[in-house]
């Protein structure tokens, strides 16, 4: 077993998903969440699939835990292959509250939570020439949304950091990549309310983020109809017309 892949918000949804379908291919797995009984019957299944799994009960914006537990993850036999940056919080931003505080764990989980997942690999990364960044962004990262500005303002701002990463680590042979989905089957969208358009199943989006890595996109947004209808509409419809659509 020679490849290695870490998977930060591994415990549920799409990063549970990445790492069935890595293991599937014999990687090694390196799951992160701070749920470690969640991770340990992903762990399982991860074995039953024919991968390696290690499991690494985190919170993401512990910089230094997330600096040990990456180091131990170097550390272990075989390649980095890919990094995926997954773990994100979304909920209303809670306008009449007069508290910033929902707003502000957001922010700090959705931001810091990757620069705290990827700075510590980028060394290693450069050193071996190899490897690919991935971060899981969001549609919402195009268009400031109504009540979910936290959420839509902390996606923008790692896209922007995936295109300055992608510049400045393309010489060393690394690929970075912004996923943009939709809106896809997960914990945080059982809790919505409202009515989520193109709602995608979490296997299915998941093959659809590996072959968009593994073809070094800079930037993904799927499903198609986000990509060539709902985003298009979100970046360039006035205010008042968008208002008939925000959650």
């Known amino acids: 077993m020679n490849k290695k892949v870490f998977i ?13 379908s890595y293991s599937k291919l014999n990687f090694c797995v390196g799951l992160a969440a701070r749920r470690e009984d ?20 985190l919170d993401v914006l ?13 550390s272990l036999p075989g390649s980095i292959d890919a990094i995926y940056a997954n773990a994100g919080i979304g909920s ?28 510590p690999f980028i060394p290693h990364l450069k050193s071996s020439k ?26 923008v701002a790692v896209r922007n950091i995936c295109q300055g990463w992608g510049v400045a680590l393309r010489k060393h042979n690394i690929s970075v990549t912004a996923i943009c989905p939709g809106f ?3 914990e945080m969208t059982d809790k919505n309310e409202f009515y989520m ?27 198609w109809q986000m990509r060539y209808i709902g985003v298009p509409i979100m970046k360039y419809a006035p205010d008042w017309l968008f208002s008939k659509f925000s959650i």
Do not use: W
């Open 38 to 57: 969640k991770l340990n019957k992903v762990a399982k299944k991860c074995i039953e699939l024919g991968g390696e799994a290690i499991i690494y009960p």
């Open 92 to 119: 209303p931003d809670e306008l009449s509250s007069g508290s910033a505080s929902v707003m502000n764990k957001i922010l700090s989980v959705n931001i810091l939570g990757v620069t705290n997942t990827v700075m």
């Open 62 to 74: 512990d910089e230094n835990l997330c600096s040990q537990t990456i180091n131990d993850f170097i």
């Open 130 to 155: 190899s490897g690919k960044i991935v971060v899981i962004c969001s549609v919402a990262s195009f268009r400031g949304l109504a009540h979910h500005s936290a959420y839509s303002g902390s996606k």
């Open 8 to 20: 930060t918000g591994a415990s549920s949804g799409i990063g549970e998903y990445l790492a069935y």
């Open 197 to 223: 358009p193109f709602l995608m199943d979490t296997e299915v989006a998941v093959k659809k983020i590996i072959r968009a890595v593994e073809k070094k996109k800079k930037v993904f947004i799927f499903p």
């Open 184 to 186: 896809i089957k997960s």
